[in-house]
């Protein structure tokens, strides 16, 4: 079946550093691509998506591109804050499939003052 | 729009009994989804509907789960015997058709 691999956690860094979360799919097709995030104590959030190759997603300060010859969909941001602590999932539409999401992991994020 | 709302928020059970959990989606959305989230993992979908109708389950769904959507509207999600393997977290989430999916703050369930 379909998977997403992102890397693992947990991630720690200074405030100001620079962010990388790597994110790879399986799915066939042309799937939708997703990141989202979930603050403590708190629900699922999107935080920017893209729907087809080349494609770069962005909210605040954050951004991830559509790399279909990599099949990978890579989070970014310059410089992080105390308050970008959460954890980010990456997730995918299924193959075939216009609704089933498929989720990785999780990488936890904590961003120090 | 007042988002995704589930109820209960926590639920603690003891092993063998029923519980049902409500998912109110966002008004208009046609298209709700369960999904279950356990300790270190991310979601993993359950099943989804659209209006009225369940239109996929996953395997994952054994004969002890039973999700309806009566009027096309509010969601509940039953599991008969509970067993301790169920317990998780409970994901809900809505769309209007393929867009994007919201999701609700989840039931966490502990079952003992």
């Known amino acids: 079946g379909d998977s997403v691999t992102q890397m693992e956690g947990p991630v720690t860094l200074s405030e100001e550093a620079f962010l990388t979360i790597n994110c790879t799919y399986t799915?066939?097709?042309?799937?939708?691509l997703f990141w989202y995030v979930q603050y403590p104590g708190e629900g699922l959030q999107l935080l920017l998506k893209?729907?087809?190759?080349?494609d770069k997603g962005s909210n605040k300060g954050f951004e991830a591109t559509y790399r279909k010859e990599t099949t990978s969909f890579h989070l970014e941001k310059g410089s992080v804050q105390v308050s970008d602590s959460a954890v980010y999932f990456c997730?995918?539409?299924?193959?075939?499939?216009?609704?089933?999401?498929?989720f990785g992991k999780g990488t936890l994020l904590t961003v120090n003052p | 729009d007042t988002g995704v709302s589930q109820d209960p928020r926590h639920k603690i059970t003891k092993r063998g009994q029923n519980v049902t959990f409500r998912c109110d989606p966002i008004?208009?959305?046609?298209?709700l989804y369960w999904y279950r989230q356990t300790l270190g993992q991310g979601p993993e979908f359950l099943t989804y509907?659209?209006?009225?109708?369940?239109?996929?389950k996953s395997r994952l769904l054994s004969d002890r789960f039973s999700a309806e959507r009566p009027k096309g509207s509010f969601s509940t999600l039953e599991i008969q015997r509970t067993e301790q393997g169920d317990s998780a977290m409970y994901l809900c989430?809505?769309?209007?058709?393929?867009?994007?999916?919201?999701f609700g703050p989840g039931t966490r369930l502990l079952v003992l």
């Open positions: 997730a995918s539409t299924s193959g075939g499939s216009n609704y089933k999401l498929t």
């Open positions: 799915a066939t097709g042309y799937p939708s």
């Open positions: 893209a729907t087809k190759a080349d």
């Open positions: 008004s208009e959305h046609n298209r």
């Open positions: 509907f659209q209006n009225e109708a369940q239109l996929e």
């Open positions: 989430a809505s769309s209007i058709g393929k867009e994007t999916q919201y």
